[in-house]
């Protein structure tokens, strides 16, 4: 099969194959290739290869192809709100979620800051988150010794709402003592000095007498030393 | 016709096509979901057949599957500076690429023998049953990869070289070049 010397007719031979030629210039081909037999060969070859291309090729499933096509533009574009509307709507309701979370847990905190704030009139004994004055000074220092602060919180945690003045032993003997002129919750720095002096003069007349008995101790006498000090000091 | 830019220049036909894919588009943006269906009926079989040209031997349908849909996922990208076709045979030759660099990879590790491909091939060749087609595929088959590409879009699907050189990488004149190559080894062998 030889190649027909015209290198621009047989350019133009696959496009007169698939009629893609205006009809000035297919004609002008049409009338060339009725001369050439070297033209008229490959042209006859190349639907040869045309017609085997085609016949070797499978018939695509089209519905198959479209199955898998995206959604045309507008649907996307009308879809989209709605999942912005569902978005926020899941979002309202976590919203929803965190404020219920922080209102149950802000009255919890709420309330027991408040009870821990209550103040009991009559009462000597002193939250210390609630009053940042000083420890009140108690009318026996032996008394004041045997209150554990404690004792005091786990006082001032058991109260409830019911403002209830709670009395126990100590507190009686505090309100013994302010009988004789302490006001109850006040500071030292309160008194004046003729009530100063008879919180002295009590003092000096009271008797050391614990509260409670004490555990009976063991002494080691050792008669070469002057003092002796308790097993397991 | 003394100049063979300007007879190409006049080379038509394909315009009107051209304005009929972008009218497609058009609808289908606005939509119009049958605009898919007509543009799919227009161009899946020419996808097909540079598939089957280019040695695709099966899964024709979900190659040409994947190039409409990542065609369609990209046509916000398209701006009509060639014809459709065109693009589509970009994308599908992309992918088929992407396929044989993954079937290399595969037949890397699993070593498949010579006998596996030839069963193949005998069995697609069973279904061509004239004889001088079974010649031409055998003529194709010994073109390089390029050659069998430009030949195949340049005689099955009438692109032009410009065309041609979009959708394969190449320049005008190396399309002409490859096919005009392609077509002497097709004879040579046919003359054996």
Same mark, same amino acid.
């Given at each position: 099969?030889? &190649?027909?010397?015209?290198?621009?007719?047989?350019?133009?031979?696959? &496009?007169?194959?698939?009629? $893609?030629?205006? @009809?000035?210039?297919?004609?002008?081909? #049409?009338?060339?290739?009725?001369?050439?037999?070297?033209?008229?060969?490959?042209? #006859?070859?190349?639907?040869?290869?045309?017609?085997?291309?085609?016949?070797?090729?499978?018939?695509? &499933?089209?519905?198959?192809?479209?199955?898998?096509?995206?959604?045309?533009?507008?649907?996307? @574009?009308?879809?989209?709100?709605?999942?912005?509307?569902?978005?926020?709507?899941?979002? &309202?309701?976590?919203? =929803? /979620?965190?404020?219920?979370?922080? /209102?149950?847990?802000?009255?919890?905190?709420?309330?027991?800051?408040?009870?821990?704030?209550?103040?009991?009139?009559?009462?000597?004994?002193?939250?210390?988150?609630?009053?940042?004055?000083?420890?009140?000074?108690? =009318?026996?220092? @032996?008394?004041?010794?045997?209150?554990?602060?404690?004792?005091?919180?786990?006082?001032? @945690?058991?109260?409830?709402?019911?403002?209830?003045?709670? $009395?126990? #032993?100590?507190?009686?003997?505090?309100?013994?003592?302010?009988?004789?002129?302490?006001?109850?919750? $006040?500071?030292?720095?309160?008194?004046?000095? !003729?009530?100063?002096?008879?919180?002295?003069?009590?003092?000096?007349?009271?008797?050391?007498?614990?509260?409670?008995?004490?555990?009976?101790?063991?002494? !080691?006498?050792?008669?070469? $030393?002057?003092?002796?000090?308790?097993?397991?000091? | 016709?003394?100049?063979?830019?300007?007879?190409?220049?006049?080379?038509?036909?394909?315009?009107?096509?051209?304005?009929?894919?972008?009218?497609?588009?058009?609808?289908?943006? %606005?939509?119009?979901?049958?605009?898919?269906?007509?543009?799919?009926?227009?161009?899946?079989?020419?996808?097909?057949?540079? +598939?089957?040209?280019?040695?695709?031997?099966?899964?024709?349908?979900?190659?040409?599957?994947?190039?409409?849909?990542?065609?369609?996922?990209?046509?916000?990208?398209?701006?009509?500076?060639?014809?459709?076709?065109?693009?589509?045979?970009?994308?599908?030759?992309?992918?088929?690429?992407?396929?044989?660099?993954?079937?290399?990879?595969?037949?890397?590790?699993?070593?498949?023998?010579?006998?596996?491909?030839?069963?193949?091939?005998? %069995?697609?060749?069973?279904?061509?049953?004239?004889?001088?087609?079974?010649?031409?595929?055998?003529?194709?088959?010994?073109?390089?990869?390029?050659?069998?590409?430009?030949?195949?879009?340049?005689?099955?699907?009438?692109?032009?070289?410009?065309?041609?050189?979009?959708?394969?990488?190449?320049?005008?004149?190396?399309?002409?070049?490859?096919?005009?190559? %392609?077509?002497? +080894?097709?004879?040579?062998?046919?003359?054996?």
């Amino acid at each position: 099969m030889n &190649d027909c010397p015209n290198a621009e007719m047989r350019d133009l031979l696959p &496009d007169l194959l698939h009629e $893609r030629l205006d @009809a000035p210039i297919r004609a002008a081909v #049409a009338a060339h290739v009725g001369t050439c037999e070297d033209c008229r060969a490959e042209l #006859a070859l190349l639907g040869g290869v045309q017609r085997m291309l085609t016949k070797q090729t499978p018939r695509v &499933d089209v519905a198959y192809v479209v199955g898998a096509l995206p959604l045309a533009s507008k649907q996307r @574009a009308s879809k989209q709100p709605a999942a912005r509307v569902a978005r926020r709507r899941w979002a &309202d309701w976590r919203v =929803a /979620a965190a404020v219920a979370v922080l /209102a149950v847990g802000g009255t919890s905190a709420a309330l027991m800051e408040r009870s821990n704030a209550i103040v009991i009139p009559g009462d000597t004994v002193q939250v210390p988150q609630s009053n940042p004055t000083p420890e009140p000074v108690q =009318a026996t220092p @032996a008394i004041v010794a045997s209150q554990p602060a404690p004792a005091a919180d786990r006082l001032a @945690a058991s109260r409830s709402d019911t403002r209830t003045p709670v $009395r126990t #032993a100590d507190t009686e003997q505090v309100a013994t003592t302010a009988n004789d002129g302490i006001g109850v919750g $006040r500071s030292i720095g309160d008194l004046n000095q !003729k009530q100063l002096r008879a919180l002295l003069d009590d003092i000096d007349n009271m008797q050391a007498v614990p509260i409670t008995e004490p555990e009976p101790v063991s002494l !080691k006498v050792d008669a070469t $030393r002057s003092s002796s000090v308790p097993e397991g000091m | 016709m003394s100049d063979a830019t300007s007879a190409r220049a006049r080379v038509g036909g394909r315009s009107d096509d051209d304005q009929r894919d972008l009218e497609l588009i058009a609808r289908w943006k %606005a939509g119009d979901e049958r605009a898919a269906t007509e543009i799919v009926e227009r161009h899946a079989q020419a996808l097909a057949r540079f +598939a089957v040209s280019s040695g695709e031997r099966s899964e024709v349908d979900e190659l040409v599957q994947d190039t409409f849909v990542r065609a369609f996922h990209s046509l916000d990208g398209f701006r009509g500076e060639s014809s459709f076709r065109t693009w589509l045979f970009t994308i599908e030759r992309r992918l088929l690429l992407d396929r044989r660099r993954a079937e290399k990879r595969r037949r890397d590790r699993t070593e498949i023998q010579e006998d596996d491909a030839a069963t193949a091939y005998d %069995a697609l060749d069973s279904v061509v049953a004239d004889e001088t087609q079974q010649r031409l595929r055998a003529a194709m088959e010994r073109l390089s990869p390029t050659q069998r590409e430009v030949f195949s879009l340049r005689v099955g699907e009438g692109l032009s070289y410009k065309e041609i050189a979009e959708a394969v990488g190449t320049t005008e004149g190396a399309a002409r070049v490859h096919y005009h190559n %392609a077509m002497r +080894a097709v004879k040579e062998f046919l003359d054996e």
